[in-house]
């Protein structure tokens, strides 16, 4: 019959063979399910933990816990686990996408060729990166290869705010958001989400930044103020944003709409971490996490009790 698994998040063929072939079977029936694969948005809540009453574990397919219940978690004895790092370079790849994209106006100067246009018609003065001043907030896995290829590819002098500075970095620690957007030309969110985080960028941070300055967010949408943000993009106190997640998620972002009249944004569908290579490295470490639960062995990605 296989592990029972209930998945609240899309499988892959490649994720459902992976699975069959180590002796799961994916169901939706709650008497039958003893692991749950999951994200960090969609989490697990103690009231559907109370439906599920051979619940053994919870996986993350992702970096992100942040929706698992992890006090109900800890009171019934479920473990619980995630996929630290799987997409770090995907999404590190696509952040420095979203950031050339917004500051060269890459959509606004395709669509004026489509319309005909060429280069003598166009207008539109866009920043280089080299050389620029790039604020990271949340220096983990992904700010980290955020700052990597900013710093190497790029030239770009790297700052970064964290709750606490990360020890043996060579980049330089703002203990203010402030500080650190009022320092930089473009600001990039890596920072996961959660209460702690939520609207970390708002209309200060935002003034900050300046009307020269861009805002890239790969981290969680909830990390920045929507309404804050098209506030400013609508009176030019920044230059423009590349997002790939907005506030609302995972429903079509109702201020979504709103985000796509202006012609100095670029908007990606929450996809930065989406590629084959990352794909299979998260199944690899699903089936790692659910392989030891099952044997009676440590998880080599346990989730602490608290977040």
């Known amino acids: 019959m296989g592990i029972g698994v209930l998945a609240l998040v899309r499988l892959s063929p490649e994720r459902v063979a992976g699975l069959t072939a180590a002796g799961y079977a994916v169901r939706e029936a709650g008497d039958t399910v003893r692991a749950v694969l999951t994200n960090g948005r969609g989490g697990l809540s103690g009231d559907e933990m109370a439906l599920l009453p051979k619940l053994e574990i919870v996986c993350a397919a992702g970096a992100g816990y942040?929706?698992?219940?992890?006090?109900?978690?800890?009171?019934?004895?479920?473990?619980?686990?995630?996929?630290?790092?799987?997409?770090?370079?995907?999404?590190?790849?696509?952040?420095?996408?979203?950031?050339?994209?917004?500051?060269?106006?890459?959509?606004?100067?395709?669509?004026?060729?489509?319309?005909?246009?060429?280069?003598?018609?166009?207008?539109?003065?866009?920043?280089t990166l080299s050389g620029k001043r790039l604020g990271i907030l949340g220096m983990g896995t992904i700010g980290s290869k955020i700052a990597h290829r900013a710093a190497r590819g790029f030239d770009m002098e790297i700052g970064y705010h964290n709750r606490t500075a990360v020890t043996g970095s060579s980049y330089r620690y703002f203990p203010s958001l402030i500080e650190l957007a009022t320092w930089a030309d473009f600001l990039i969110c890596a920072a996961p989400g959660g209460a702690t985080t939520r609207h970390l960028v708002n209309a200060s941070v935002l003034a900050a930044l300046g009307p020269n300055g861009y805002l890239v967010?790969?981290?969680?949408g909830t990390v920045v103020d929507t309404a804050a943000l098209i506030d400013a993009l609508r009176a030019k106190r920044i230059a423009g944003a590349g997002l790939d997640v907005v506030e609302?998620?995972?429903?079509?972002?109702?201020?979504?709409?709103?985000?796509?009249?202006?012609?100095?944004?670029?908007?990606?569908?929450?996809?930065?971490?989406?590629?084959?290579?990352?794909?299979?490295?998260?199944?690899?470490?699903?089936?790692?996490?659910?392989?030891?639960?099952?044997?009676?062995?440590?998880?080599p990605h346990p989730v602490p009790p608290k977040a």
Do not use: Y
């Open 248 to 299: 609302g998620e995972p429903s079509v972002p109702p201020r979504l709409p709103e985000l796509l009249q202006f012609e100095n944004v670029v908007i990606t569908p929450h996809c930065a971490g989406r590629a084959p290579e990352a794909r299979d490295a998260a199944t690899a470490v699903i089936l790692a996490n659910l392989n030891a639960h099952f044997a009676g062995k440590p998880l």
């Open 217 to 220: 967010n790969i981290g969680r």
């Open 66 to 127: 942040e929706a698992v219940d992890l006090d109900t978690a800890r009171s019934r004895g479920i473990a619980v686990a995630n996929c630290p790092g799987t997409n770090a370079s995907a999404v590190a790849d696509s952040a420095m996408m979203l950031l050339m994209a917004s500051t060269r106006h890459l959509l606004q100067a395709d669509r004026f060729v489509r319309a005909g246009g060429w280069q003598d018609q166009w207008r539109v003065d866009t920043p």
